[in-house]
Every structure is written in structure tokens, then in C-alpha cells.
């Protein structure tokens, strides 16, 4: 069997806080990660791990070229020959969870 995967990829930075502010309200970030996402770079990832023979087909920016991300995928196996490049920034994406991980 073999998957192509159509969607986004991003650049996902992930935020600890104490708390998810209101509106005008502040919180600290006391921990950040960085991490390869975007819904289509995860599940490639994921169905390549279980075995299945995956491709990828999404918009990225010219700055993918020499991230670790693509690395990743060509490391893993995933077909990255369907990437499309554009002229500008690959997609990212900010999380943050407070200690109750909502």
C-alpha cells in the first residue's frame, strides 16, 4: 500500500505557560520547543513509521530547502520529489499549553 499525503507543513513552536491569559492580560513562556508539523508532514511521518510507502504533497517556503525538516522526511523515506516551492516563508505554527496541557 502506499499514501500520498496532500496538506500543510509547518514549523510548530510550542509554548509552556502557567496559564492561558484573557484578553490584555500577560503570562511568562517558560519553556519553548520547536518542532517539525503541519497536519501532512505529521501523518507522512507517522504512516512512513508504521511502513507504508508515503508521499508528500504541500507548499512550502524557499527557507525548507535547508531545514532539518526536510532532512527528516528524506531520512525517513518520504517521497519529498511532490513539494512545491513558492517564494516566501514555510508555515508556522504557535502553540502554548498551560499545566493542565489544554
Known amino acids: ?5 496532500v496538506g500543510n507543513i509547518a514549523y510548530d513552536t510550542i509554548g509552556d505557560v502557567h496559564f ?3 484578553r490584555n492580560q500577560a503570562t511568562a513562556v ?17 504512516a512512513n513509521k508504521l511502513g507504508v510507502e508515503t508521499a508528500l504533497y504541500s507548499a512550502v517556503g524557499n527557507d525548507f530547502k535547508e531545514s532539518g525538516y526536510l532532512k527528516q522526511l528524506v531520512d525517513l523515506g518520504v517521497n519529498t520529489s511532490f513539494l512545491q516551492y513558492i517564494d516566501d ?3 508556522r505554527s504557535f502553540i502554548f499549553t498551560d499545566s493542565e496541557e489544554r
Do not use: F, I, R, Y
Request: aromatic letters at 0%; hydrophobic letters at 55%.
Open 89 to 91: 516563508l514555510t508555515a
Open 20 to 22: 492561558l491569559p484573557d
Open 1 to 5: 500500500m502506499s499514501l500520498l499525503v
Open 30 to 46: 517558560e519553556k519553548l520547543v520547536l518542532s517539525n508539523g503541519g497536519c501532512a508532514g505529521n501523518v507522512a511521518v507517522a
